[in-house]
């Protein structure tokens, strides 16, 4: 399940639940911080719409 990202669904007699690798459960909890930051979901999305050419080649942290 780990090496294809496949979730596991465990069934149980009282409550399911759904079995990720870590690495899968730190990519979604980095997401999920990164679009509590107000502006990121906008600045991203403003960034996927920048054509390449207009993309600066070297940034200056």
């Not at 639940?17 to 899968?24: P, V």
């Amino acid at each position: 399940a780990a090496s294809s990202h496949e979730p596991i669904q465990i069934t149980g007699k009282r409550h399911n639940g759904i079995l990720i690798s870590e690495d899968d459960w730190r990519s979604i909890q980095e997401t999920l911080y990164l679009l509590s930051i107000p502006g990121v979901r906008e600045s991203i999305r403003k960034g996927l719409k920048t054509p390449i050419k207009n993309c600066k080649k070297d940034l200056k942290w």
